[in-house]
């Protein structure tokens, strides 16, 4: 079975998952040898479906673990899979469910309705866990291989599951993650087309959240916008993050929206707002910041900012190519707006001289953006070929450093904000303060920031930009003033050309 939540949404097709295994299994193969891969199964575990802290009220939609989905493609919770690495064989175990599930949360469904959806070879019922190490000893398996899985971004580990009878066979715990994520950094056409629907569906709801957007409105407001248009029209269910609707001043906090600033700002006449949101559809992400001003006219000032970002964000689409360092890319973004900032007088120097001083990080302290997959900061930015993470600012913030490749999907997200702090700081050092006009860079304090951020598909014969908005201050202006009424018929309709593409 394919995936759609209803006819007017994307039709996921089942042989992405099954691309996904038998890359697994290749990968697995040429890594082991032949005669290591006999005997030798790929043990994942599914997420489970959790409560909100001590209730049994469910929080949010169960949404599953993102190497488990990579394989399987699998919605439902506590699921596990085995695929056998020299036959290629796929098996899900599913969980023996409660008969007072059929009560409480719908239909049981059988062994051969699993197997069809997700065109496994087999599915067997996992009773207590036990199931899995009976069967894996019926297939004289020796050799399990579990993923434990690090991330780069937060420090956190996904812990290799806890197989019951694991002490049976020849336990590795390190092989499996190097392999799939690598797999899971470059994209096939298939999850391509998924991402593109998603991201498409990101650009219509920030295209309703641009044209609906007034002074007094409150930020939260235009967050819940966002939400109804990706899900009414786009089916997603899912936002990729926690949403960033700031305006003003709070354009300058690179994660507004969490808990101690949770979008509830009034929105005033002059307001630049930055919208970083994205939905994801079938677990695939997008990510798509949108800057603009909420009267639908830009000042002086603000398009000083805005095309200083704009440049960078279009020069950095147009020089990111395959065999291109991702790092050589965030300082050419920071070089095109410090010479933005210095022909507008906020600094002087050679510009040059400024990016080597880390003068761009000032403006620009967070990453140039990341890969983007099944979760939106994806796996994998430090494999490969990656360089050392930076200890200088804003290098630092870099979540890859590796060299581009074909059907790499990254984010491309240059920004510069007026952070007091961090002018502050500057200020007071002797070697940044040579390079910077505190009277001019006064003018623009308080005024937060922009972001321009778009999904892109890294391709040899011409990068491909998944976002689809307006953009240069010209496009803004005449999209935001122009008499038509941005009705939900008409998002229905830009949707359903969407779903041509």
């Known amino acids: 079975m394919s995936f759609q939540l209803s006819e007017i949404t994307y039709k996921v097709p089942v042989e992405l998952f099954i691309q996904n295994r038998e890359r697994l299994v290749q990968s697995a193969r040429q890594n082991l040898g032949k005669e290591k891969s006999e005997n030798s199964v790929i043990v994942l575990q599914g997420g ?73 070879d087999e599915v067997i019922f996992n009773d207590k866990n036990t199931t899995i190490s009976e069967y894996l000893k019926t297939q004289r398996t020796k050799n399990v291989y579990l993923l434990r899985a690090d991330n780069t971004d937060s420090g956190n580990i996904l812990e290799e599951p806890k197989l019951t009878g694991s002490e049976s066979f020849n336990v590795d715990t390190k092989f499996l993650y190097p392999i799939i994520a690598e797999l899971r950094v470059i ?37 819940s916008l966002f939400r ?35 979008n509830d700002k009034q929105i005033k006449d002059g307001d630049m707002c930055l919208f970083d949101m994205g939905p994801e559809y079938n677990c695939y992400a997008s990510d798509i910041t949108t800057s603009f001003p909420c009267n639908g006219k830009f000042t002086d000032k603000q398009k000083v900012v805005y095309n200083a970002v704009l440049a960078a964000n279009l020069e950095v689409l147009k020089q990111a190519k395959p065999g291109v360092r991702w790092t050589d890319m965030h300082l050419l973004a920071e070089k095109i707006i410090l010479e933005h900032l210095k022909t507008a007088g906020l600094i002087v120097g050679d510009v040059n001289e400024a990016v080597a001083a880390r003068v761009g990080a000032i403006f620009m302290p967070h990453g140039l953006g990341h890969l983007i997959g099944l979760d939106v900061h994806d796996c994998g930015g430090y494999l490969g070929d990656a360089t050392p993470r930076s200890t200088e600012p804003g290098l630092k913030s870099l979540r890859t450093t590796r060299t581009l490749k074909e059907n790499m999907v990254i984010t491309i997200e240059p920004g510069c904000y007026f952070i007091d702090f961090l002018i502050d700081q500057a200020l007071a050092d002797p070697v940044k303060s040579k390079f910077l006009v505190k009277s001019e860079i006064d003018k623009y304090r308080g005024s937060g920031g922009v972001r321009i951020e778009d999904d892109v598909v890294i391709r040899a014969a011409g990068n491909e930009n998944l976002s689809d908005l307006p953009r240069t201050v010209e496009e803004i202006e005449s999209f935001m003033n122009k008499g038509d009424e941005w009705t939900d018929s008409k998002i229905a309709q830009r949707v359903k050309d969407h779903l041509k593409i």
């Open 187 to 223: 994209k096939t056409e298939h999850e391509i087309g998924v991402m593109r629907y998603a991201s498409k569906i990101a650009s219509e709801a920030h295209r309703a959240a641009m044209k609906n957007v007034r002074p007094g409105n409150f930020e939260y407001q235009m967050e």
């Open 228 to 262: 109804h248009t990706s899900y009414f029209h786009g089916g997603c269910r899912h936002l990729a993050y926690t949403c960033i609707s700031a305006s003003g001043c709070n354009s300058s906090i690179l994660h507004y929206g969490h808990a101690n600033a949770p």
């Open 48 to 120: 489970i479906e959790k409560n909100r802290y001590n209730t049994d009220a469910e929080d949010l939609p169960f949404r599953q673990e993102s190497y488990f989905f990579w394989t399987f493609g699998v919605h439902e919770s506590e699921f596990w899979g085995v695929i056998d690495v020299s036959t290629g064989k796929s098996t899900l175990f599913a969980p023996r469910l409660d008969p007072s599930y059929a009560i409480w949360d719908g239909k049981i469904n059988n062994e051969e309705f699993f197997k069809n959806k997700y065109c496994v």
